[in-house]
């Protein structure tokens, strides 16, 4: 049984609609990273998380936003949604400085965009 | 851009046979390598981890690594049919720099 939990775990939104995802971290797990996978495609990094501030960010646009709170839960936030949005997300808590080893990845979030 | 490439496969191997998965890498910085498996809808499970050149071997997975070539692959002995899945090759660089994935290839085992 995972130590990250995601919810909501499917979801159906508008082009154009705005979206949260939530992620709690396993317990001691103070990053939290998060994924994009679409449809045939391996996970992609949009950014990472820690101690409440952004540590890192892939190749998305600034529509793509989140936030770590001090329990070390996350939210990634997408505005302005569009039919490509649509994918699997996955969020992954892990120890600072420590590699994908250590990751533990939540069920993800199924996100479908119409 | 940092690249990791799969073949996407399908892969049909008979039960029992072994099936060989390669990946190849284009940052030479990478340091760290990783094999998960995903099944359909869900998310990606470690299987192995590999960080210096040779072959790592866990039941009836082995890993084998050549930074020289930036060629990582992964041998699956004595394939089941609960193998079928799609598996990911992943690289990172030093300590908790992001996982760069392929695109995964997928694995049939017929019985």
């Known amino acids: 049984e995972t130590g990250v939990t995601q919810s909501p775990t499917h979801l159906i939104k508008t082009r154009g609609q705005q979206v949260t995802l939530r992620c709690s971290s396993q317990s001691g797990h103070n990053t939290v990273s998060w994924y994009q996978q679409a449809l045939g495609q391996g996970p992609q990094f949009i950014f990472q998380y820690y101690r409440e501030e952004e540590n890192g960010r892939g190749n998305f646009p600034p529509r793509f936003s989140g936030l770590q709170f001090p329990n070390y839960s996350s939210e990634l936030n997408v505005n302005a949604l569009e039919l490509d949005d649509s994918a699997l997300y996955l969020c992954?808590?892990?120890?600072?400085?420590?590699?994908?080893?250590?990751?533990?990845f939540g069920s993800g979030t199924r996100l479908t965009v119409v | 851009q940092k690249e990791v490439e799969q073949n996407s496969g399908p892969l049909s191997v008979p039960e029992g046979a072994i099936a060989s998965l390669n990946c190849t890498y284009s940052d030479r910085g990478s340091q760290s390598f990783f094999w998960y498996r995903q099944y359909s809808g869900k998310s990606p499970e470690l299987i192995m981890s590999i960080y210096s050149n040779g072959d790592k071997e866990d039941g009836r997975f082995t890993a084998q690594l050549n930074k020289a070539s930036q060629y990582v692959s992964l041998l699956i002995r004595d394939s089941q049919p609960s193998d079928s899945a799609t598996y990911l090759c992943?690289?990172?660089?030093?300590?908790?720099?992001?996982?760069?994935f392929g695109k995964g290839t997928r694995l049939s085992v017929i019985a």
């Open positions: 992954a808590s892990s120890l600072p400085g420590q590699n994908a080893y250590g990751y533990t």
């Open positions: 992943a690289v990172q660089g030093s300590g908790n720099t992001p996982l760069v």
